[in-house]
């Protein structure tokens, strides 16, 4: 099941003790509207909504504004916080852009050691959402929801997780929905090592 909470997430407060949002019913709204869209375009999406949904383990969801993107986190103890009994939760950004390089049909960059080329869009935040989503589906169907096993391999093999996640659940939605920016892998993100090998053409 999903727990919804809207708090203003930052560095300044731990997880727990976030303060709660002075919007919140904006931000529930943004929440069912992105599930509602979601649920309509993509049966793949529909798929994780209903597993994580009519599951017995409790996601916390916080939708929040600001910074980028969002994550998931299992509940392991080495993160140092309380997760009031919950098996993880996600943080998420609706009204946040995430970006990321697609072999789109006017590249701005090219990656020298390979000759492919590349432009950066934004994605849309309900793909975010659904990405995360698709984390608690790896989280319960792989794991077994055993908070320590999945931190422990994401640690050590972040790249495997996250692109079964993308094979499994991002792309599938995004190719689904139809006008979502879709990538192949993981490391194409604006932030990553492997972005910073690009120049511009
Ligand atoms: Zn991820």
């Known amino acids: 099941m999903i727990r919804l909470h809207t708090r203003k997430m930052g560095d300044e407060w731990p997880y727990d003790q976030a303060p709660f949002a002075k919007d919140a019913g904006a931000l529930h709204a943004l929440y069912d509207k992105a599930r509602a869209v979601l649920m309509g375009g993509s049966a793949t999406a529909r798929r994780v909504f209903e597993l994580v949904e009519s599951s017995s383990i409790v996601i916390d969801m916080i939708v929040s504004r600001g910074k980028s993107g969002g ?4 509940a392991d103890p080495s993160y140092g916080f309380d997760f009031h009994g919950s098996s993880g939760l996600i943080v998420w950004y609706p009204e946040a852009s ?3 390089y697609v072999e789109g049909p006017q590249p701005t960059h090219i990656n020298p050691e390979t000759g492919s080329k590349w432009c950066l869009m934004a994605a849309s935040s309900d793909l ?13 169907t792989d794991f077994g929801s055993n908070a320590a096993r999945f931190h422990a391999e994401y640690k ?12 499994r659940h991002e792309r599938p939605v995004a190719q689904e929905m139809g006008n979502f ?3 192949r892998d993981y ?12 120049i511009r053409i």
């Open 181 to 183: 920016m879709t990538r």
């Open 71 to 74: 994550y998931f986190l299992p």
């Open 128 to 140: 975010v959402l659904a990405h995360e989503l698709g984390h608690v589906v790896q989280y319960m």
């Open 187 to 198: 490391r194409t993100s604006k932030d990553s090592e492997w972005s910073g090998k690009l």
């Open 156 to 167: 050590a093999n972040l790249l495997l997780i996250e692109n079964d996640n993308v094979r």
């Open 98 to 100: 995430f970006e990321f």
